[in-house]
């Protein structure tokens, strides 16, 4: 069993800096990647970046390449304990409710851009980016 908790969503100005965790609870090491996600007002949830358990392959969409970057807690050795969201530059399309997810049946160099692939989502962190 998984748990996923997003924390850091905050109200930011254009410009600005803001970094999201997402911790999880669990039994991380059936955990093959984690994906970060986002839903903006009236819009489709839509993917952001994503880390794999080996070998810490990234990928991230290109709306956000180079402005945001995907990293994870290593203090024990590949588990996956609290994977952060850096968001850099942040413009008012930013805005967002911003949730992680965790895939755990996919080879664990993936990097799924599909939330089809992920089977555990958390709550959602809300980031409102004012102009």
């Known amino acids: 069993q998984v748990q996923l908790v997003e924390t850091g969503g905050a109200l930011v100005q254009t410009g600005g800096t803001q970094v999201l965790a997402c911790e999880v609870l669990?039994?991380?090491?059936?955990?093959?990647?984690i994906g970060w996600f986002r839903q903006g007002p009236g819009k489709e949830r839509e993917f952001v970046a994503a880390?794999?358990?080996?070998?810490?392959?990234?990928?991230?969409?290109?709306a956000v390449k180079d402005r945001f970057t995907i990293s994870r807690d290593d203090a024990l050795q590949n588990a996956m304990i609290t994977v952060y969201l850096q968001m850099y530059s942040l413009i008012p399309e930013d805005t967002a409710v911003y949730y992680c997810?965790?895939?755990?049946?996919?080879?664990?160099?993936?990097?799924?851009?599909?939330?089809?692939?992920?089977?555990?989502w958390g709550q959602g962190t809300q980031v409102t980016v004012s102009s």
């Open positions: 997810a965790a895939s755990f049946l996919l080879p664990t160099d993936s990097v799924p851009d599909s939330a089809d692939s992920y089977e555990t």
């Open positions: 669990g039994n991380t090491a059936s955990i093959s990647s």
């Open positions: 880390i794999s358990r080996k070998e810490k392959r990234v990928k991230y969409a290109d």
